[in-house]
């Protein structure tokens, strides 16, 4: 028997995928399907590499839309506890000890982590190493690596 996963999400991340999911089907699928109306009309499908363009997009969006269901119907919405510690949802400034350098990070899961901005996930050694912290504590991070840090939170939000 499988084990079913279980997603956490914010609200947010699960609104964006639901956007997502909404692009996919009815903007995605249809220009696919006119890309390969297109191909098809130009004849044989044996070397026609538009033909397997538009067929390898379809398998892609396919794909992606069943993997955005799967997420959405096993998702676990969390939200941001009002407690100030450290958990999902909470927008978090640190200090790195190291250089003094200040940085702001807003804790989502797996899922949504952009690092580009600034969301990092809580299974990551950053996030993990804060969760349940609270402000002014100092915090140990172990990098994949073996490097490691301080950091000492210095707001929570």
């Known amino acids: 028997m499988a084990v079913k996963q279980m997603f956490q999400l914010t609200q947010e991340g699960v609104d964006n995928l639901k ?7 009815d903007v995605k699928r249809e220009e696919n399907l006119e890309a390969l109306k297109e191909a098809r009309a130009q004849g044989d499908l044996s070397e026609n590499a538009d033909y397997d ?33 450290v958990n999902i949802g909470k927008t978090v400034n640190v200090r790195f000890i190291e250089t003094g350098d200040i940085k702001e990070f807003y804790l989502v899961g797996s899922i949504e982590a952009d690092p580009r901005a600034r969301k990092i996930s809580i299974e ?12 002014g504590d100092l915090v140990e991070v172990k990098t994949e690596t073996g490097r490691i840090f301080q950091i000492e939170i210095v707001d929570i939000k």
């Not at 956007?19 to 089907?25: F, G, P, V």
């Not at 067929?55 to 919405?77: H, L, S, T």
């Not at 990551?124 to 402000?135: F, R, T, V, Y």
């Open 19 to 25: 956007t997502e999911l909404a692009y996919l089907k």
């Open 124 to 135: 990551s050694p950053i996030g993990k190493a804060m969760l349940n912290h609270q402000e």
């Open 53 to 85: 363009a538009a067929r390898n997009e379809q398998a892609r969006i396919e794909a992606r839309i069943a993997e955005i269901e799967n997420i959405i119907k096993n998702v676990k919405i969390i939200k941001a506890n009002q407690e100030d510690i």
